[in-house]
């Protein structure tokens, strides 16, 4: 069934509804403060006692360990830092890519390769300027003391509009080492659909920018090699499951309707066609059992928990906790919520969810990732932005 666009200057004038809403969804308010006190949290399996390790980041927005403890720390506005395990922060590493910090866009994610311990590459999504406004792209580069080297661009989503919402710009490798990055649609609605465009995709590309020879729509005419799936919003969640290898992925729905998705080869998820939510008018959208041709979600939220980063907790023991009071986290996702100011705790049984506990943070937290050390690490999206870390208070 081939897809009809639906009235452009509709979804138009929806936009300026739109861009207002997004904004509060997703960026700050002005003059919000944290409470950076350490605490304790109440939760199902215990109570966490939460650290603030690092403080007076601009919006951090993603991190990753390196193998001696120490933790890579993007600034939407354009740095990358390293936290050692003391919360000392470096000064900017050198060698980054130049960013557009407009709105939601500027530095964004950072993952390691998966032969960092030899190549010493990293990887970092960020917004490009460009010929017609900017698009997300991808950079690699090899770190060596406090910069980044030999920086290449391996990926950048065409084409480049204007706007400075919905980037995506989540990276997650697979076992295999191919490289997922997830894409927002840039607020245009329509792209989402067209496989010409990388607007409202996931796509999926070797280390290098090369495209795999088993992506679902090599060989098609008008289509991008590197997409994986289309029709989506705004992916700022990506995942892979520990155990299946597969990429779980959770974006934001309009007013209402944020979606967990399992996204697979070649599948339609239907923005912005279908949605659980409505537009920002209140205009209702079709449901997406309206139309079975489109896969649908997982599991959806209205009202919206604005997710961000994610990550499977994989580790045997909490820290703080014995032996019979360790809690059930294991193999579960752990989701950061920014307007829900909490990490969603989701208990899964294979691709089910089978319950869901917020645990509450008192801030908007942009990334989750499990450390080495078994705790959990969020950040704090502020313009005062913190390196948190999780553990148990003990018995």
């Known amino acids: 069934m081939s897809w009809q666009p639906s009235n452009r200057f509709c979804w138009a004038r929806q936009g300026a509804f739109a861009l207002i809403a997004a904004s509060l969804a997703l960026l700050p308010a002005a003059g919000c403060a944290e409470d950076r006190t350490d605490r304790t949290v109440d939760t199902e399996t215990g109570t966490i006692k939460v650290e603030t390790l690092a403080e007076g980041l601009d919006h951090p927005w993603g991190m990753a360990f390196l193998p001696d403890g120490r933790l890579l720390v993007t600034e939407r506005a354009g740095d990358l830092r390293i936290m050692s395990a003391d919360g000392t922060l470096t000064e900017p590493l050198s060698g980054v890519p130049k960013v557009v910090a407009k709105g939601q866009g500027g530095l964004l994610d950072v ?156 599948l339609n998820y239907g923005w912005p066609v279908v949605s659980w939510g409505k537009h920002y008018d209140g205009k209702d959208i079709p449901n997406p059992p309206t139309h079975p041709e489109f896969a649908d979600a997982v599991r959806h939220w209205t009202p919206v928990i604005s997710p961000s980063g994610i990550t499977f907790y994989t580790a045997d023991a909490y820290p703080g906790w014995t032996a019979d009071t360790i809690p059930a986290w294991k193999g579960n996702l752990l989701i950061g919520g920014l307007s829900s100011q909490a990490i969603i705790r989701l208990s899964l049984d294979g691709e089910t969810v089978t319950g869901e506990e917020r645990i509450p943070m008192g801030a908007r937290i942009r990334d989750v990732e499990q450390g080495p050390d078994g705790a959990v690490y969020a950040l704090t999206d502020a313009g005062d932005g913190a390196v948190l870390r999780l553990t148990a208070e003990g018995p």
Do not use: C, M
Not at 138 to 156: M, P, Q, S, T, Y
Not at 241 to 266: Q, S
């Open 111 to 266: 993952a390691l390769d998966p032969n960092f311990a030899d190549n010493k590459l990293v990887y970092l999504s960020y917004s490009e300027p460009g010929d017609g406004g900017a698009g997300t792209a991808v950079a690699r580069g090899r770190l060596a003391g406090n910069a980044v080297e030999d920086v290449k661009v391996i990926f950048r989503q065409t084409p480049k509009v204007s706007g400075g919402n919905h980037f995506g710009g989540r990276l997650a490798f697979t076992p295999d080492g191919k490289l997922f990055i997830t894409l927002g649609d840039r607020f245009k609605f329509e792209p989402a659909q067209d496989l010409t465009s990388h607007l409202g995709k996931i796509v999926r590309i070797n280390p290098d920018g090369s495209v795999p020879p088993d992506n679902p729509f090599i060989g098609q005419k008008d289509a991008q090699p590197e997409i994986w799936s289309y029709g989506h919003r705004n992916v700022e969640s990506a995942a892979i499951h520990p155990k299946t290898g597969k990429l779980w992925e959770l974006e934001f729905g309009p007013k209402g309707g944020d979606e967990l998705n399992i996204p697979a080869p070649g």
